[in-house]
């Protein structure tokens, strides 16, 4: 069975401080590793797919890598407006057709 | 642009009633899916279609049906509510399959609540 941890559960950073989330993943042959935000009310708006072990991706302050067994997704100097749940999730081999398995989120919160 | 189109935003229903939850795209994608997300849970897969006239089961299909007679529409059918269907439903529709790296596109919710 697909299974995906993230941790921590919930983070609270003060402005400007640089953290790292992470997703540990078991897939039976990974397809593809996605990255999600989720804001209060609102669906999950993507972020990344991250396909191979040592791939990266940026984007504004953040940063998402790859290894066989985990993703870290790296948030430099954040500002308030990063504040958000973020979700990772796998898509595993068999076929694109099967949705994607969530991890439960990591509740991220941005002191000014 | 709309994009993904969940309605109704809210709805509360009494035990053993029945509701459609419905969703709408308008990206032209051929594959939608809906989730279901419970506090402190992921998502779950409840089904999924990957064209009109095709659907099929995700993790968590018991106590629903879905249909997809067009391309843009991809209702969610509750017929007997009961308390462990409250939470929030998510439908999300992608150009091609997650396996092929189609980033998923979720509407806004509806929140459902049981009692």
């Known amino acids: 069975e697909d299974q995906v941890t993230q941790s921590p559960e919930a983070l609270r950073l003060q402005e400007g401080e640089s953290s790292s989330l992470n997703c540990s993943y078991t897939?039976?042959?990974?397809?593809?590793l996605f990255w999600y935000r989720q804001d209060p009310g609102k669906g999950p708006e993507f972020l990344f797919t991250l396909y191979s072990a040592g791939e990266e991706k940026e984007k504004e302050r953040l940063k998402a890598t790859l290894t066989k067994k985990e993703s870290f997704l790296h948030i430099t100097a954040p500002k308030p407006e990063d504040s958000a749940t973020y979700l990772c999730a796998v898509q595993a081999g068999g076929g694109g057709a099967d949705g994607l398995t969530f991890g439960k989120g990591t509740h991220l919160i941005i002191q000014p | 642009n709309a994009g993904v189109t969940q309605t109704p935003k809210f709805r509360i229903l009494k035990i053993g009633q029945s509701m459609t939850l419905q969703c709408t795209q308008d990206m032209n994608h051929n594959y939608m899916y809906w989730y279901r997300q419970d506090p402190g849970m992921g998502l779950k897969l409840i089904y999924y279609?990957?064209?009109?006239?095709?659907?099929d089961k995700g993790e968590v299909p018991n106590g629903y049906n879905v249909s997809r007679s067009t391309t843009e529409d991809f209702p969610l059918r509750l017929e007997l509510a009961a308390p462990s269907q409250t939470s929030v439903y998510f439908c999300?529709?992608?150009?091609?399959?997650?396996?092929?790296?189609?980033?998923?596109?979720f509407g806004n919710g509806t929140r459902l609540t049981v009692t």
């Open positions: 897939v039976s042959g990974l397809r593809g």
């Open positions: 279609s990957v064209g009109a006239g095709i659907t």
């Open positions: 999300a529709s992608s150009r091609q399959g997650a396996g092929e790296g189609s980033p998923l596109h």
